[in-house]
């Protein structure tokens, strides 16, 4: 995204295309939606990431039309859409079973919809066309569902609820059906066309990567509960919880108490051990903090460095090896384990640590994150 | 390949020599020359020439016909709508009772299901004929229809149908392209049960059928009871090798469907 226009989260007087107000959604006396408030604007690609069974999928299913909810309102483009039937809805929806029609072929698929819309007959076969060729599957025209792959049948899902070019897209897990890497190259290619039809996707994943590559912002969701709002980077570089730095990539979670000195912080967080200096985030930080730092953050070396203020000295473990980096895990005197990644850029024989080995982690006063608890 | 023994050949031929000796002995007796059923007097066909002649049974045989068609098409509209609503309509007020009350038929015993539609139809004074055995008839296969179609919609995926709605479709037309196409194999073939169930109907149709019409199998069974006559054969011939052909042709489109959808299957993984 270009840094001369600013983004419309930031803008106050940008309209949001989506403006959730207070929405809760109950089954029986289950909530799986609580209280929830989120603004989603034009042309955004906006990403709802969370653990199985927090909601994601009601969610959507109340922007389509599918369920109701039980209070508060859902507006599009300024507008309550709770008493608009689904079929009257200028949003569609990308099922996460894709939900083609089996006596169909991949054509009629995607004419389905254009043929319920005034576009006239004439244009249906040529705007059809044209959606084959965005997906690459002009050669499976003629073909039914279940003469195609797996992945030929999400592109003509995909096609299908682009064809109508609806205001909103969503997307319910499109790609959880796919291996890694035709997943990877799936998601530049939704960008792709994100980008070229100029559509609002809603994309619900909950696979953090898949988030954070193609959204330009995420919401981390928990138990039917919106726990942050924010673009990727900000998100993994300035998560508002422990729950949300957690979910989103490795953290060492380590808490203590807290005094601030003019703009630093101190924390106690062990007897005997050297405090951990950071810098504050926010005024008035005494007390009981959580203070979480990602493992790749932390240098792991043999000699006690002299360049920073947080040294603290452990004992190696256990070692994962990831192939391009290692996580090494670091017992500290008072038991907290604390994980520390390198990257290998050597051969393994000649690893520098290795099990039982001391070692000294440090870290620069900004590396890390401090929370009140 | 199982291997071939004398114990599972000698099965297999009670098996078949019990289910079809009997059939056998009617269409051998039917080409019988001689009126004495059971006596051999030589080949002749002359008994499906009196048949046709025969204007009581060709009458109860239109009548059967009209009715088997009427009924059924009439029992599988309101079957496929009764098995939609139990598994689509989600909890209504009464669903429990509702569903209950569609699948009685099932078990009730065909004499108490055709008394209480008889004292029904006596009560509201409608004259029995062959309204009365349509009527009759509808009640008691829609029900089988039901189960059917039902067994069908519960294993097919609800998204399709929401997809369809979310693609610009009002619920009738969701229904009316999308489901229906996907569950009409088990429409038809509910509705083939519904016109067997009707066609072979005795008990029901005897206690609402009126002096105006008589089915078929009503006209056999009453003049069997004056004996066995080679024109009963004849007619019993006749009703074998529709049932067999209807049979065949079932099978073989069955097989055909199966095979065309593992061509198709081989070209998806073929195309990768
Ligand atoms: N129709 C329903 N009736 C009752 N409970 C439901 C229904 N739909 C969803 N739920 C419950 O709501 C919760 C959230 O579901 P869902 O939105 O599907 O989660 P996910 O984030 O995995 O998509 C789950 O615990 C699920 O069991
Ligand atoms: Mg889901």
Known sequence: MPETTPNPWNDPTAKPLIQFKNVTKRFGNFTAIEDLNIDIYEKEFFALLGPSGCGKTTMMRMLAGFETPTSGTILL?????????????????????????PHLTVFDNIAFGLKRSNM??????????????????????????????????????????????????????????????????????????QEKTGTTFVIVTHDQEEAM??????????HGKLKQVDTPDRIYEAPNSAYVADFIGEVNIIEGHSTTQRDTVSIAWAKGQPEIIGTLSKPGMDGNVTFLIRPEKIVISAEKPTDR????????????????????????????????????????????????????????????????? | MRRFTWFNATSLTLGFAFLYIPMLIVIIYSFNE???????????????????????FLDAALVTFKVGLVSSVIATILGTMAAYVLVRGG??????????????????????????????????????????????????????????VSSRLVSFDRSVEEAALDLGCTPFDAFRSVTLP????????????????????????????????????????????????????????????????????????????????RHEQQMAVQAG
């Open chain 1, 77 to 101: 483009d300024g507008q309550d859409i709770s008493p608009i039937p689904p079929n009257k809805r200028s949003v569609n929806m990308m099922f996460q079973s894709y939900a083609l029609f």
């Open chain 1, 120 to 193: 006239p007959k004439g244009q249906i076969a040529d705007r059809v066309q044209e959606m084959l060729r965005l997906v690459q599957i002009e050669k499976f025209a003629n073909r039914k569902p279940e003469q195609i792959s797996g992945g030929q049948r999400q592109r003509v899902a995909l096609a299908r609820a682009l064809a109508k070019a609806p205001k909103l897209l969503l997307l319910d897990e499109p790609l959880s059906a796919l291996d890694k890497k035709l997943r990877q190259e799936t998601q530049f290619e939704l960008m792709d066309i």
């Open chain 1, 213 to 222: 590559t193609v959204a330009s912002r995420v919401a981390v969701m928990d």
């Open chain 1, 309 to 373: 203020r947080n040294t603290f000295q452990g004992k190696v473990v256990d070692i994962a090896y990831l192939g391009n980096l290692s996580t090494y895990y670091v017992q500290m005197p008072n038991g907290q384990m604390i994980k520390a990644q390198a990257a290998n850029s050597r051969r393994r024989s000649s690893r520098p640590f290795t099990w039982e080995d001391t070692v000294w982690l440090s870290w620069t006063d900004t590396a890390g994150i401090i929370l009140d608890r």
């Open chain 2, 34 to 56: 001689s009126k004495l059923v059971t006596v051999w007097g030589g080949f002749s066909t002359k008994w499906y020439g009196e048949l046709v002649q025969n204007e009581a």
């Open chain 2, 91 to 148: 909890r209504f007020y009464g669903r429990t009772l509702f569903s209950g009350m569609i699948y009685a038929p099932l078990v009730m015993p065909e004499v108490i299901t055709g008394l209480s539609l008889l004292l029904l139809f006596i009560s509201i004074g409608l004259d029995r004929g062959i309204v009365t055995i349509i009527l009759a008839h509808t009640t008691f296969s829609m029900c089988y229809v039901s189960v059917v």
């Open chain 2, 182 to 261: 996907i569950i009409a194999p088990a429409v038809i073939s509910g509705w083939l049960l519904a016109l067997t169930l009707s066609l072979d109907d005795l008990v029901i149709a005897s206690f609402v059928a009126g002096p105006s019409a008589t089915t078929l199998p009503i006209k056999v069974f009453s003049s069997v009871r004056l004996g066995v006559s080679p024109e009963i054969n004849a007619l019993s011939t006749i009703l074998i090798g529709i049932v067999a052909l209807g049979t065949v042709t079932a099978s073989i489109t069955t097989k055909r469907a199966v095979v065309r959808r």
